[in-house]
């Protein structure tokens, strides 16, 4: 499976420059939040499940990051990266303060791509089943699973916003695979 995670030279020296730019002045900040905006959006709103809980901490998110843009240092993966660190630090405050009970939801299209990770065949009552596994995952596995599979992230990226060694998002990825293979081999969903 290809997973976009690169970003161009050019793409990277532009957004370097608009770093540089937005740490000088704050009122440039704009180009980063529209490049961003989206997909920060999409990655809150399949943890929360909740449009309004969704904009309200991506607002949070880009505040955080424009308040701090001059903390802002390179450190050899995409400003996304820090901004999907941001991000995640949001959702996590926000189900500690609520005490609520950690959602996510999943497009099928991406679904299926996770399937496509597990076995070779699939069968519609395949997602529910990847369903019923995702609602027993460690929220540890199911972050590096959504980074990887559903932002599209690569290795370096993951560790940078889980904040642990390339190594170890590698490691924790391949042992969530792992166990989605074991649960579906488990309730006899792939054939033998």
Do not use: C
């Not at 740490?23 to 709103?45: A, M, T, V």
């Not at 941001?86 to 405050?93: D, G, H, R």
């Not at 999943?106 to 089943?129: G, I, T």
């Amino acid at each position: 499976m290809e997973i976009k995670h690169h970003i161009k030279e050019e793409e990277l020296i532009k957004e370097k420059e608009w770093i540089s730019d937005a740490q000088k002045n704050p009122e440039r900040f704009s180009k980063l939040y529209d490049k961003y905006f989206e997909g920060i959006f999409h990655f809150i709103f399949r943890r929360t499940d909740d449009e309004d809980v969704a904009g309200d901490l991506t607002s949070q998110t880009f505040l955080s990051a424009l308040q701090n843009i001059k903390k802002y240092e390179f450190r050899g993966v995409p400003f996304s990266a820090w901004l999907y660190r941001i991000a995640a630090n949001q959702v996590n405050k926000y189900y500690r303060d609520h005490k609520k009970k950690v959602v996510f939801s999943l497009e099928e299209s991406v679904a299926w791509k996770l399937l496509d990770e597990a076995e070779e065949d699939h069968q519609e009552e395949k997602l529910s089943r990847l369903v019923s596994f995702l609602e027993e995952l460690s929220s540890e596995d199911m972050a590096v699973l959504e980074l990887r599979f559903f932002e599209e992230k690569g290795f370096k990226e993951i560790a940078y916003i889980l904040e642990i060694s390339e190594s170890g998002a590698k490691m924790r990825t391949y042992r969530a695979i792992e166990k989605l293979k074991a649960f579906f081999e488990s309730r006899g969903a792939i054939k033998q």
